[in-house]
């Protein structure tokens, strides 16, 4: 119940997450923080291009495709991370007699891993779990803006996947993310989609 409530959360209001983040992050620095001890990062990966493999009824789908996410990290111990994750991820395809058909995935969840600053740089392995929902729109038949033939999918989805990802501190508060995750989604029973994807954001630390 509460990983769904992530995911509903992370795919329709990741501006108020980036929004949160920078609120807090400009509320001050704690006595931690003096010493040089991060509390949390989070924002914005606002350029995820990826690339889609799974299929449908009709055919498989191979293309690319592009999304947007957000992510917070707690810094529990040193070398401990634990936080949330969420984004969406969508890529059309050719189809029949049709460029306009897509396939869709909105997921949130949590992660755990590992990670290590030095100087500028942070690094963090993770591995995060979550739910999703795909949704794809397959057009059969299409004459300008009339479908003649089309189908709707929209099934829950049990979301894993890797993550590894580079942080370089622009300035204390303020870094440069850089990271890919592997997106791995099991629904409608049987189906599978894949997804490797690189993000770009910013975050904010405190």
């Known amino acids: 119940m509460i990983i769904k409530i992530l995911s509903r959360y992370f795919t329709g209001k990741l501006v108020a997450l980036f929004l949160l983040c920078f609120l807090l992050n400009s509320t001050g620095f704690s006595q931690e923080d003096k010493k040089n001890h991060l509390l949390y990062s989070g924002g914005m990966l606002f350029f995820q291009p990826g690339y889609t493999m799974t299929k449908n009824e009709f055919q498989s789908v191979e293309s690319l495709g592009i999304g947007i996410g957000g992510l917070l990290r707690f810094y529990i111990k040193e070398h401990l991370t634990l936080g949330v994750i969420g984004g969406n991820q969508k890529t059309s395809y050719s189809s029949t007699n049709s460029d306009n058909s897509y396939i869709s995935l909105g997921y949130g969840g949590v992660f755990f891993g590992y990670t290590l600053l030095r100087d500028k740089f942070r690094f963090c392995a993770a591995v995060s779990l979550g739910m999703g929902r795909i949704k794809n729109l397959h057009i059969e038949d ?40 592997y997106l791995t989604a099991h629904y409608n029973k049987n189906d599978l989609y894949f997804c490797p994807v690189f993000q770009l954001g910013i975050v904010f630390n405190r």
């Open 142 to 181: 299409q004459n300008g803006v009339v479908l003649n033939s089309a189908s709707f999918y929209s099934y829950p989805a049990k979301v894993a996947y890797p993550m590894l990802s580079f942080d370089y501190f622009i300035t204390k508060k303020i870094s440069v993310v850089f990271q890919t995750i």
